[in-house]
Nanobody, 120 residues
Framework: QVQLVESGGGSVQAGGSLRLSCAAS????????MGWFRQAPGKEREWVAT????????FYAATVKGRFTISQDNAKNTLYLQMNSLKFEDTAMYYC?????????????WGRGTQVTVSA
């Protein structure tokens, strides 16, 4: 198993920046890839970005590409999401998730989330 704890959320004005962190513990050597998701009130959870262990392969949702950057520090077992040029519609609870062994199928390991609020 792996445990995930997000931090770094907060309130920011449109156009501002935030950096989210996700600290992983447990069987971190088994992590194949990690991702960020978000869920706004009344909406379904939305995939934001994925990074494969090693950081060579990264993928972004079209809504955040060019503004958000996913990265990881393997030495610290920490995942990051740098969010720039934030928009009101980026307001959501942000969650990190992990796949163990292979990066496919349903994401089974989740953090509890960190709230991001962007004021217009």
């Amino acid at each position: 198993q792996v445990q995930l704890v997000e931090s770094g959320g907060g309130s920011v004005q449109a156009g501002g920046s935030l950096r989210l962190s996700c600290a992983a513990s447990g069987y971190t050597n088994s992590i194949a890839c990690m991702g960020w998701f978000r869920q706004a009130p009344g909406k379904e959870r939305e995939w934001v970005a994925t990074i494969y262990t090693g950081g060579v392969r990264v993928f972004y949702a079209a809504t955040v590409k060019g503004r958000f950057t996913i990265s990881q520090d393997n030495a610290k077992n920490t995942l990051y999401l740098q969010m720039n040029s934030l928009k009101f519609e980026d307001t959501a609870m942000y969650y990190c998730a992990a796949h163990l062994g292979i990066c496919s199928g349903d994401w089974k390991h989740w953090g509890r989330g960190t709230q991001v609020t962007v004021s217009a």
